[in-house]
């Protein structure tokens, strides 16, 4: 082996070095013990009670308090207002408890403020939850899986964004504010991109591995392996439907040509055509206003 071969072998990953840099620092976002927790629940065999998701719940106060607050929105409301998270959970089932649960932590779990607008990349975020959800029942996907790769898609953005300020300002001078710039500038001044880094933190997190692809892979979805691409096409949809949506995600938008190519061989992957898909956007954006996340 030439000393060359050997160089090039031992060449430390960037997204690892980031993620391990950024722990050292104690700046990555948040994962709480009872979300971690109730990942683990609702992915083993055993069976589920309502009950026993509330305990859980019921451990971290944050959660608590936003689950409650949910439940009392214009989407879930019964009528009169819920104040224990036991009956918030009977109110809200399993499914929308942990969609909700995320969304939730997702908001408040950043600890370092970006050099884009927060209020903005958040936004973004929870509509491309959304957005991800109404697509999902559409094909008939996991719509809680699908949820969380709408949620996340952009973290690695954070995650660039946090490791050096300086760094990502030249990403966004580099991007002119483009979507389909922001990748290749990303790679250019960090030597990875902000969809790679996500599906990264995601796999630490031991998110299902449906959801890390989607995100890792979003912005290549015909480069996924086959059994990824679903999730990565619908990755891609979502976030393109908040931009169709009108939510900049604070650190570029789409200006070029819609709807893009990639967009259309999405829609064509699962059979939806444009119009269908606009009014799940439309959808979403009033779903997503309902329950206060945008």
């Not at 998701?53 to 409650?68: C, E, K, M, N």
């Not at 008939?140 to 050096?164: K, P, T, V």
């Not at 893009?260 to 009033?286: K, M, S």
Request: net charge negative.
């Amino acid at each position: 082996m030439s000393v060359v071969q050997e160089k090039k072998q031992v060449k430390p990953n960037v997204s690892r070095v980031i993620l391990e840099r950024l722990k050292v620092l104690d700046d990555l976002p948040r994962f709480p013990n009872a979300l971690m927790k109730l990942e683990q629940m609702l992915s083993s065999d055993k069976e589920l009670h309502l009950e026993d998701v509330a305990a859980l719940v019921a451990q971290d106060p944050r959660l608590t308090a936003g689950i409650i607050g949910a439940v009392n929105s214009a989407r879930y409301s019964p009528g009169y207002h819920i104040t224990n998270i036991e009956e918030a959970v009977q109110r809200l089932g399993t499914q929308d408890v942990r969609m909700m649960a995320h969304a939730i932590n997702y908001q408040s779990a950043v600890k370092t403020k970006p050099p884009f607008s927060e209020k903005d990349f958040m936004r973004h975020a929870m509509l491309s939850a959304f957005i991800a959800q109404a697509l999902a029942k559409a094909v008939h996907f996991d719509q809680g899986e699908a949820f969380l790769c709408g949620l996340m898609h952009d973290i690695g953005a954070y995650l660039l964004a946090i490791e050096s300020r300086d760094k990502y300002k030249q990403v966004m001078l580099d991007s002119l504010g483009e979507a389909a710039f922001l990748v290749p500038a990303e790679q250019s001044v960090f030597g990875t991109n902000h969809a790679v880094l996500g599906g990264r933190l995601l796999q630490q997190w031991r998110f299902p591995k449906e959801v890390v692809m989607g995100v890792a892979m979003h912005h290549a979805p015909h480069s996924a392996p086959e059994e990824f691409q679903n999730y990565a096409y619908l990755t891609y949809l979502a976030e393109q439907g908040a931009f169709v949506g009108g939510l900049t995600n604070g650190i570029v938008t789409h200006k070029g040509e819609v709807p893009t190519d990639i967009l259309l061989n999405g829609l064509e992957y699962f059979g939806i055509t444009l119009e269908h898909y606009n009014e799940l956007v439309l959808n979403a954006v009033e779903l997503a206003k309902e329950s206060n996340l945008i």
